[in-house]
């Protein structure tokens, strides 16, 4: 079944469906679904294929309109650079529509009309743009250039209280209608304090900004900004490195922008400061820029986290993540009790005498070399006796495939554990909590592979399989598999008589050297809701990962065509497997002292809308920290508590230390069993790097604070 509900597809350039008109469905910024009868202009003309396209439109016979499209070219797909700027595009021009629609200040940007990002080619619809390109403007008078450089500063202002900078202000993204500016080209428009990365002509992109050093900055925008006006004044481009040496000469220019034309960021004044130069009165009216609308719901989230440090919690993201002093500290003996989240103590999986908890019966077993068994040929499990002749690195090898026989209790039969688990330390088991269709497996085989994939590396973790053929099957039957593209099946329901079974176990050494066994339990949603002996594991259980899907969640108008075409209904009860699962696992206090993770999975979903636009884009390359951990967490917090309500945040509320965070193990929706537009991981490791931190395996530095 096709999930995108995106109808026929607009046409490429070379389509005849050009001239004649399609159909062509679309969001609304409100996010409601229409369809208008669309005709095309001609593409372009030009090479440059690396970025988004823009083409006349007409919908409906009669609003002319412009299309900003990721085109298909040369029958080539669409790059993830491009499908990048796109999703950049319409989350800043909504994020522009919602705080100053209906506003003086919107007069600035691009007026907004529809987008898909779900399609082959995503598109965002906008009002035709006013006035002439600045790259085509001569002679102008002085109160009109006057008028334009206030303007353009005021548009980074703006920009700025939002938390976003404008990255490619050049000539030709300017346009001026003889009384205000237009600002376009927000493919361009980046969050402050993510790191540069080379863009941008000489001389309008700084030089940090195309040399791709420091981090993204208000003021970046303000050397484009002093750029455009000398070319506007002098009808030539300035220096790409330096102000101008004929500046002087431009008395008007020189006295509001000769510091915008330093060479570095820190040198040049905010875009506020300026403002208040170049327009006393606007400035100083103290406008108030709406926010995200989540701001009463951070409140929320701080009031939680007051109760908890009451309780003796630390805040998301651990001691000092929000400046307050740091907790006792984490254990240094691998085999000892786990930390709590942030450095409290946690609750002993094993005894000094090396006896381990089966992660199946509950019950203590150690290392028994009478009791061990290795597959046979057809993957039997056969008896294994020790051969005398065998060296010690073959005995080591035979091992690491091998099986010990735990003979249970009264509720759980015999079973096997593999030997690694056994021979490595404390094992660390973390569950998998969410109904059914939730996304949960998905975002468990990514999480997998990224570990595969050294993800774990930069925190100075290693890893290597338990059993080397259940990896190798793990692999070949859910990473390969949806990698390629497929939906991989929901998990299996389990019968009667059988119990619960870790999917994939791994050996994690940690910048220490300390190994220790991680398992994951992944059980079908049906199962998380059972009350039998099924889910007698999560008694023993390390860690919690809470799968929240938003389409389940969340009444946002945007999902509603997802929810008809699965047949699914927003839940204001909540998901009944976090209940389930929170009821069963015994506590001693108010809050659960098991170390828990909430993530709210298929954030493709809702990448257009903040906080989610900021922290799904977030570069891979930007290690966790315990302060980013706190503002996700917050942001997070709000915003569920904003569309979904308390019943999803009850994992938060009951666990004593829990991080939330945003990810999507696909970047894209599903249609037919397929993932048309191919498979991305984002942000999947974050919330496991959260519990490995948790428990004291990985060590988080501060970090700066995030800015918004």
């Known amino acids: 079944m096709s999930t995108t509900g995106s109808g026929t597809h607009p046409p490429s350039p070379d389509d005849p469906g050009r001239r004649k008109g399609v159909d062509l469905p679309y969001l609304t910024p409100a996010g409601r679904r229409r369809v208008a009868a669309a005709r095309f202009g001609p593409d372009p003309s030009g090479p440059d294929r690396g970025v988004p396209r823009m083409r006349n439109a007409m919908l409906d016979g009669t609003l002319r309109c412009v299309q900003v499209r990721a085109a298909v070219s040369d029958g080539a797909g669409v790059t993830e650079a491009v499908r990048d700027a796109l999703d950049s595009e319409a989350a800043t021009a909504?994020?522009?529509?919602?705080?100053?629609?209906?506003?003086?200040?919107?007069?600035?940007?691009?007026?907004?009309?529809?987008?898909?990002?779900?399609?082959?080619?995503?598109?965002v619809l906008y009002e035709p743009p006013r006035g002439n390109r600045a790259d085509r403007l001569h002679s102008l008078a002085g109160t009109q250039l006057r008028t334009i450089e206030r303007d353009l500063v005021d548009a980074a202002a703006l920009l700025a209280e939002l938390g976003l900078v404008h990255q490619g202000l050049t000539p030709s993204t300017v346009r001026w209608d003889g009384r205000s500016v237009q600002l376009w080209g927000l493919d361009a428009v980046a969050h402050t304090g993510r790191p540069r990365t080379p863009r941008g002509p000489a001389p309008y992109a700084s030089p940090e900004l195309r040399e791709g050093t420091g981090h993204s900055d208000p003021r970046d925008a303000l050397w484009s900004t002093a750029q455009v006006m000398y070319r506007l004044v002098t009808g030539r481009p300035g220096e790409s490195d330096r102000t101008p040496a004929d500046l002087g000469d431009h008395r008007s220019l020189a006295h509001t922008m000769r510091s915008s034309f330093a060479a570095r960021a820190v040198d040049r004044p905010t875009p506020a400061a300026l403002l208040g130069l170049l327009s006393p009165d606007r400035h100083a009216t103290g406008r108030t820029v709406g926010g995200d609308g989540l701001a009463a719901h951070r409140t929320a989230f701080d009031h939680a986290v007051s109760l908890k440090r009451a309780a003796g919690g630390d805040p998301p993201g651990g001691p000092g993540a929000d400046g307050t002093p740091h907790g006792p500290g984490v254990p240094d003996d691998g085999t000892a009790a786990p930390a709590g989240p942030y450095g409290t103590p946690g609750t002993a999986g094993a005894d000094d005498s090396g006896d381990v908890l089966c992660p199946y019966?509950?019950?203590?077993?150690?290392?028994?070399?009478?009791?061990?068994?290795?597959?046979?040929?057809?993957?039997?499990?056969?008896?294994?006796?020790?051969?005398?002749?065998?060296?010690?690195?073959?005995?080591?090898?035979?091992?690491?495939?091998?099986?010990?026989l735990c003979q249970g209790n009264q509720t759980t039969p015999p079973h096997h554990i593999p030997v690694p688990y056994l021979r490595n330390g404390r094992p660390l088991t973390v569950a998998m909590i969410g109904q059914s269709n939730t996304g949960k497996s998905h975002l468990l085989t990514q999480m997998i592979a990224e570990i595969a994939d050294d993800r774990l590396k930069p925190y100075g973790v290693s890893w290597q399989s338990v059993n080397p053929e259940q990896h190798a099957s793990f692999l070949n039957d859910r990473v390969v598999p949806?990698?390629?593209?497929?939906?991989?099946?929901?998990?299996?329901?389990?019968?009667?008589?059988?119990?619960?079974?870790?999917?994939?176990?791994?050996?994690?050494?940690?910048?220490?050297?300390?190994v220790r066994p991680l398992a994951f339990f992944d059980l079908a949603g049906e199962d998380l809701l059972r009350t039998d002996a099924l889910l007698r594991f999560l008694l023993g259980i390390d860690a919690l990962v809470f799968v929240v899907?938003?389409?389940?969640?969340?009444?946002?108008?945007?999902?509603?065509?997802?929810?008809?075409?699965?047949?699914?209904?927003?839940?204001?009860?909540?998901?009944?497997?976090?209940?389930?699962?929170?009821?069963?696992?015994?506590?001693?206090?108010?809050?659960?002292?098991?170390?828990?993770?909430?993530?709210?999975?298929?954030?493709?979903?809702?990448?257009?809308?903040?906080?989610?636009?900021?922290?799904?884009?977030?570069?891979?390359?930007?290690?966790?920290?315990?302060?980013?951990?706190?503002?996700?967490?917050?942001?997070?917090?709000?915003?569920?508590?904003?569309?979904?309500?308390?019943?999803?945040?009850?994992?938060?509320?009951?666990?004593?230390?829990?991080?939330?965070?945003?990810?999507?193990?696909?970047?894209?929706?599903?249609?037919?069993?397929?993932y048309p537009r191919g498979v991305r991981a984002q942000r999947v490791l974050e919330p496991l790097i959260s519990l490995l931190a948790m428990h004291g395996i990985i060590e988080l530095a501060a970090g700066p604070e995030v800015a918004r």
């Not at 909504?94 to 629609?101: I, Q, S, V």
């Not at 390629?484 to 389990?494: E, F, P, R």
């Not at 119990?499 to 220490?512: H, K, P, W």
């Not at 979903?605 to 706190?630: A, M």
Request: proline share 7%; net charge negative; aromatic share 8%.
């Open 482 to 514: 949806l990698r390629d593209g497929n939906v991989i099946a929901h998990t299996a329901g389990l019968g009667d008589s059988e119990s619960a079974r870790f999917v994939e176990s791994l050996l994690i050494t940690d910048a220490r050297g300390r």
């Open 549 to 674: 899907d938003p389409t389940l969640a969340m009444p946002l108008p945007q999902l509603d065509e997802i929810r008809t075409a699965l047949d699914l209904h927003v839940s204001r009860d909540g998901d009944p497997a976090f209940a389930t699962a929170l009821d069963r696992i015994p506590r001693t206090g108010p809050y659960l002292t098991v170390p828990s993770a909430v993530v709210v999975a298929k954030a493709d979903l809702l990448r257009s809308e903040p906080p989610v636009d900021r922290w799904l884009t977030e570069p891979g390359t930007v290690p966790l920290s315990r302060r980013r951990l706190y503002e996700e967490s917050r942001d997070v917090y709000a915003l569920l508590h904003r569309h979904a309500g308390k019943a999803w945040l009850r994992p938060f509320d009951t666990a004593l230390h829990c991080t939330m965070h945003i990810a999507s193990a696909t970047g894209g929706r599903q249609e037919d069993s397929r």
């Open 94 to 123: 909504l994020r522009l529509h919602r705080t100053f629609g209906g506003t003086e200040a919107a007069r600035l940007f691009p007026v907004v009309i529809g987008y898909d990002l779900d399609v082959t080619e995503p598109f």
């Open 361 to 404: 019966c509950l019950e203590y077993i150690r290392f028994d070399p009478n009791a061990l068994h290795v597959p046979d040929a057809v993957q039997e499990l056969q008896p294994y006796a020790f051969s005398e002749r065998q060296s010690d690195r073959l005995l080591a090898d035979e091992l690491r495939g091998a099986f010990q």
